[in-house]
């Protein structure tokens, strides 16, 4: 996996994967920036919302549950010193479909936390408290 970082102006980068796909970031007025992109620290949360719910939804699908909407709430406390690292990171899952088994959301989102979701295992392994919930819904 490779990427590139281009610094724009100020505290303002473009984030170019490996892929050809970019964001930007930047930083608080009072940092120097013009709040015109996600903060870094912002961009890692939603990157362990993101693969978690990658995994919820292609679990179910092999599990033949009909999944029609998948949201993935994050919810990320910071520690108060230098470097400021994650403590904890909640993610609230809203799962909707047509006739979803509590049971089977319930597996798809143990099953990302504890085998398949690499960026909230990575983060785990390095002290963070990664909590999930979930919520049927129907749709």
Not at 34 to 62: F, H, Q, W
Not at 65 to 87: D, H, L, N, Y
Request: hydrophobic letters at 40%; proline letters at 2%; a negative charge.
């Amino acid at each position: 996996m490779k990427g590139r970082i281009k610094w724009v102006e100020g505290v303002m980068f473009v984030a170019e994967s490996g892929t050809g796909h970019g964001i930007v970031l930047d930083g608080a007025p009072e940092s120097g920036g013009r709040n015109l992109g996600m903060r870094p620290m912002e961009l890692v949360a939603l990157g362990v919302g993101s693969c978690s719910s990658y995994d919820v939804v292609t679990i179910l699908k092999k599990a033949r549950q009909q999944v029609t909407r998948c949201e993935a709430e994050v919810e990320a406390k910071r520690v108060g010193t230098t470097p400021s690292v994650f403590e904890s990171i909640h993610l609230h899952f809203v799962v909707a479909g047509k006739d979803l088994k509590a049971a089977q959301v319930a597996r798809a989102v143990e099953l990302s936390a504890d085998k398949y979701c690499s960026a909230s295992i990575m983060l785990k392994q390095a002290g963070v408290e990664i909590t999930h919930d979930y919520e049927v819904v129907e749709d």
